[in-house]
């Protein structure tokens, strides 16, 4: 049976304590992709989150082989990967995501390649299949290729549920780090072919969205604090080969914000604006349509952007369990 919308606002709160979480990165050139996957095994460890699979939705053979590397440090080298298996949207991956996926008698990761695991679809549909209905909390800090395939998925061995209606049941709601608020037009959504199923995956979603956007990531910055881990540790590693130097300057926290979100729910640091619908054009821009009605809302400021940025840090210093 399809579970309906719920009335009234939507908070935005995680269903289940841990959250149960799913996500779905490009990690492709920019290192907070590296450092929101560090703060989501931090959660992790801490009690907060049960990480239930991470998508890898760039084109790129390693960005799935540099998930494996940061899951295996953190000494989840089991989390389910799948990959875009693709090649019309995505980047040539950064150099460090060829060098973690690359470094496996560092880190001991078993996947290397997108070839090796599969498609984003195939674990998506295997991960929500077992999923207690309504508990799933997706977060995607990247392109929504993985989830517009997603919504068009037919049934298969895991569910005879075709994907929306697959989405509407185990899904709670849907955090997305894209766009800026009120309008705008930011990377994810329009960037490296992606602006073609940019409009339709956001249209047809069938549960609540929750934006976090370009402006509130870009003050929130952190980076500096990873200068105290190991050269080897592979977060700091992300940051140290990173091209704008993050390590003395910070690096804007877009895809972690959207991560803490998910996991702790927006009340904590963040207020929000006003429900709406989230409206895509054609070129991945987007325009805020508030609506009392809406299922879409966006994070906006609240808390000093520092003292996100500083409990973003200290997220990335911790997490890792011990031997």
């Known amino acids: 049976m399809s579970r ?7 908070s935005f709160s995680p269903p ?18 590296a450092g929101a996957l560090a703060v989501l095994h931090a959660l992790a460890a801490r009690g907060e989150a049960r990480i239930r699979a991470v998508l890898v939705n760039n084109g790129a053979d390693a960005s799935v082989g540099a998930v494996s590397a940061i899951n295996a440090f953190y000494g989840q080298d089991d989390i389910p990967l799948g990959a875009y298996q693709d090649d019309e949207i ?23 390649s997108r070839r090796e695991v599969p498609s984003a679809v195939e674990v998506y549909r295997r991960t929500l299949a077992a999923a207690t209905d309504g508990r799933a909390v997706i977060v995607s800090i990247g392109h929504l290729n993985n989830l517009h395939a997603l919504l068009h998925s037919p049934p298969d061995a ?23 608020y009120p309008e705008g037009r930011e990377h994810n959504f329009f960037a ?22 370009f402006t509130l990531g ?4 952190s980076g500096p604090g990873l200068l105290d881990l190991p050269e080897t540790h592979p977060v700091r590693r992300a940051y140290a080969m990173h091209p704008a130097r993050p390590l003395e300057n910070g690096r804007p926290s877009w895809d972690q914000t959207a991560v803490l979100a998910a996991v702790r729910g927006p009340a904590g640091f963040w207020g929000l604006g006003p429900a709406g619908v989230n409206r895509i054009a054609s070129d991945g821009s987007n325009r805020w349509q508030p609506d009392p009605l809406g299922r879409h809302a966006y994070l906006i400021e609240k808390t000093p952007p520092a003292e996100v940025a500083a409990e973003i840090e200290a997220l990335m210093l911790g997490g890792r369990e011990e031997n």
């Open 192 to 213: 490296r072919g992606s602006h073609a199923v940019t409009a339709e995956a956001i249209g047809q979603w069938p549960t609540p969205i929750l934006f976090s956007g």
């Open 16 to 33: 289940s304590r841990p959250a149960e979480i799913i996500l779905d990165t490009d990690m492709a050139t920019d290192c907070d992709d």
């Open 218 to 221: 870009l003050a929130v910055k």
């Open 4 to 10: 309906s919308l719920p009335a009234g606002p939507v």
């Open 158 to 180: 895991h569910s005879p549920l075709p994907g929306r209606e697959l989405i509407r049941q185990k899904v709670a709601h849907l955090v997305a780090m894209g766009g800026d």
């Open 90 to 112: 995505g980047a040539p991956a950064g150099d460090f995501v060829t060098a973690l996926a690359g470094d496996a008698a560092l880190y001991g990761h078993s996947v290397r």
